[in-house]
């Protein structure tokens, strides 16, 4: 067979076996002889140190070199006067090309397109993928690399990635589906990708980091591509430390740009420092530290964190991927009910900006769970203007700094709690003593009311609420009920013209919020709410010694703040019976305010300034009548003057 062998042998391929050797594959069995040290030649220029074969086929050689090949560098072997078993030399064919793939630093592959939506099809193929880019100079091997999205990752196979080389990765099912675009790898458990956003994260074969995306549907920056079709495209990829700002939707035609160059790409750099943006107690000894972006991967130092009142800072960790938030743990623990302010210094994003000098201070609590009697309904507007929007307002009443992720609010219907509403799923403090305005659209309240207090707002979605009558329950997680209202359209002062715009304010915390008496219609002085301080109809317990009180003894139904005028009992016994009437200055009945009403031991009524017949009382005097009596044949009575003011 031998001899009928003319041919001449091939080198088919140089595949690096480490920095000083190379193994060389023919296409058959080769002369015996030794191969010489000038039968192999390199370029660039390497002395070859020794040459063997690798297996008894007399296929496989391994050529060792006197010096380290360098990386990332195509080199160029010639294989000369090489004889296969009848004689025959090696050919023109006689060169191969290879490269001793380089190290992986942070960053020198990045994820540059995504493909999480594929429906509604543009024109795109049906299929999820992801587009990984070699920005560096180095030639860089993937084999045994990871992408994953923290449930599943999938693992790389060899493949050299050339300086400036895209590839495409996705599922095995759906490699063939891109394969016309360009480089495509097939990956077993490639992630599903979330439509909505999530984390996706490269590994190298050792498992560093070499990049990470935490995507949205906000980086679309387009509803109609938001909803699938189109892919998100990185904008710059020389800012690597870009994360939203420095992507978008494709706008290529066919819907993205998978193994080339992306159709958005611009000059974006980052030139903006990173802000604080929030601080959340993790537990007694710990806190996680958000910023508003990517940090340098050098973690900084205890020094770079200042807290007052002060405790000193133990260790500091990243504690996501993304590298935007950390994790400081104390020497002490935190304590309740204690307002801490924590400051930071010489904090670099990426790109290497300090952190902004004015979103370098952040306050924060320890949080207590809510239990009933911490937090009130305080306000609600249920009958907005056609221009307005409905809001719902709480006060907290307690010394505690209370987790607003901890509450949600809803309606009743019958036994049952309905429309249940989450407040928010982030960690937001309610501070002790101080009110909070929940609605879907804060700037449109705060252009109906200007007086509101701007820093009491809080943008959420809330349950319904009818504009004649409807509920209000305000819950924990574990389902327990702080507290809760039922409104209608009758609980408004008759006397008003228009009640749209109009909210109800509660009267007193010291009644409950199911009293209807305990709500009164907003004033013409702020606009007839109050979101976010004081309501204008609100009033205390101070009767002292006195059994029955009028306050304030002179209003103004309507415009007065507050516009009715508040009658506060206060007795040593409940029990008692009451009746109690309106009288003008001849003594004649105004208004019977309640007639044979069981009291407990304190309370209180109203008069909002009207008739029997529903009409305003006239400016001037009147006499409050009141009878207590009980069965033993005790009876009390009392006087007490109320005024019906105007402004002139």
């Given at each position: 067979n031998n001899e009928s062998d003319v041919e001449a042998p091939k080198l088919l391929s140089a595949q690096v076996q480490?920095?000083?050797?190379?193994?060389?594959?023919?296409?058959?069995?080769?002369?015996?002889?030794?191969?010489?040290?000038n039968q192999i030649v390199l370029n660039p220029s390497v002395e070859v140190d020794k040459v063997f074969f690798s297996d008894s086929l007399l296929t496989s050689v391994e050529v060792v070199f006197a010096e380290e090949l360098q990386s990332s560098v195509i080199y160029t072997l010639t294989a000369q006067d090489i004889q296969d078993c009848?004689?025959?030399?090696?050919?023109?064919?006689?060169?191969?090309?290879?490269?001793?793939?380089?190290a992986a630093s942070a960053k020198d592959i990045i994820i540059t397109e995504i493909f999480a939506d594929p429906n509604p099809i543009v024109a795109l193929p049906e299929a999820e993928f992801v587009e990984v880019h070699n920005r560096s100079e180095k030639v860089i091997d993937l084999k045994d690399w990871s992408i994953g999205d923290g449930s599943s990752q999938g693992l790389f196979p060899t493949h050299i990635l050339m300086p400036g080389d895209y590839v495409i990765v996705g599922s095995i099912s759906d490699a063939n589906a891109f394969a016309s675009y360009g480089t495509t790898l097939g990956l077993a458990n490639f992630p599903s990708l979330n439509n909505t956003g999530e984390s996706i994260v490269l590994f190298d074969s050792n498992y560093i980091l070499i990049d990470s995306v935490n995507f949205n549907l906000d980086w679309y920056r387009s509803e109609e591509k938001e909803a699938g079709g189109w892919s998100l495209e990185l904008i710059d990829t020389e800012n690597s430390c870009g994360e939203q700002g420095n992507w978008t939707a494709s706008e290529n035609e066919g819907g993205g740009t998978p193994g080339r160059e992306n159709s958005v790409k611009a000059s974006k750099p980052d030139t903006t420092p990173p802000q604080l943006l929030s601080v959340t107690p993790e537990n007694e000894t710990s806190i996680l530290l958000l910023f508003s972006e990517k940090l340098e991967k050098r973690i900084p130092s205890a020094t770079s964190f200042t807290l007052t009142p002060s405790i000193a800072v133990r260790e500091v960790v990243f504690s996501n991927t993304s590298l935007t938030e950390l994790k400081l743990s104390f020497e002490g623990s935190l304590e309740t009910r204690t307002l801490y302010e924590l400051r930071v210094q010489q904090i670099y994003d990426c790109a290497g900006n300090e952190v902004d000098e004015?979103?370098?201070?952040?306050?924060?609590?320890?949080?207590?769970?809510?239990?009933?009697?911490?937090?009130?309904?305080?306000?609600?507007l249920f009958n907005p203007r056609i221009s307005g929007a409905d809001f719902i307002e709480v006060y907290n009443h307690s010394s505690k700094f209370i987790?607003?992720?901890?509450?949600?609010?809803?309606?009743?219907?019958?036994?049952?709690?309905?429309?249940?509403?989450?407040?928010?799923?982030?960690?937001?403090?309610?501070?002790?003593?101080?009110?909070?305005?929940?609605?879907?659209?804060?700037?449109?309240?705060?252009?109906?009311?200007?007086?509101?207090?701007?820093?009491?707002?809080?943008?959420?979605?809330?349950?319904?609420?009818?504009?004649?009558?409807?509920?209000?329950?305000?819950?924990?997680?574990?389902?327990?009920?702080?507290?809760?209202?039922?409104?209608?359209?009758?609980?408004?002062?008759?006397?008003?013209?228009?009640?749209?715009?109009?909210?109800?304010?509660?009267?007193?915390?010291?009644?409950?919020?199911?009293?209807?008496?305990?709500?009164?219609?907003?004033?013409?002085?702020?606009?007839?709410?109050t979101p976010g301080y004081k309501n204008a109809n609100s009033q205390g317990n101070s009767l002292g010694q006195e059994e029955v009180r009028v306050e304030p003894e002179v209003f103004e139904p309507l415009v007065g703040q507050p516009n009715f005028a508040n009658i506060q009992y206060k007795f040593d016994r409940g029990g008692l019976v009451a009746n109690a009437r309106i009288l003008d200055a001849q003594g004649r009945l105004v208004k019977n305010l309640t007639n044979n009403e069981i009291l407990g031991t304190e309370g209180f009524l109203t008069w909002d300034g009207d008739q029997e017949d529903g009409t305003r009382a006239r400016m001037g005097y009147y006499t409050l009548w009141m009878e207590v009596f009980d069965t033993s044949g005790f009876v009390k009575t009392f006087r007490k003057r109320i005024v019906i003011a105007s402004r002139f």
């Open positions: 480490n920095q000083h050797q190379v193994k060389l594959t023919f296409n058959e069995k080769l002369s015996s002889t030794a191969i010489l040290l009848p004689g025959n030399t090696i050919g023109e064919d006689n060169k191969v090309t290879f490269v001793l793939p380089a004015e979103a370098t201070r952040q306050t924060f609590a320890l949080p207590e769970p809510p239990t009933i009697g911490d937090i009130f309904l305080n306000e609600i987790n607003l992720g901890e509450l949600r609010l809803a309606n009743r219907m019958n036994e049952l709690l309905i429309n249940e509403k989450a407040l928010t799923d982030k960690s937001v403090l309610l501070h002790p003593n101080s009110y909070l305005i929940f609605t879907p659209d804060a700037d449109n309240v705060e252009r109906e009311y200007p007086q509101a207090a701007h820093d009491c707002f809080f943008e959420t979605e809330i349950p319904p609420m009818n504009d004649d009558e409807g509920s209000m329950v305000l819950i924990t997680v574990e389902g327990l009920v702080i507290d809760e209202l039922f409104y209608s359209r009758d609980m408004h002062s008759a006397l008003l013209k228009e009640e749209e715009g109009v909210s109800l304010e509660r009267v007193s915390l010291e009644e409950s919020a199911l009293m209807k008496s305990n709500w009164r219609s907003g004033v013409k002085a702020t606009h007839f709410a």
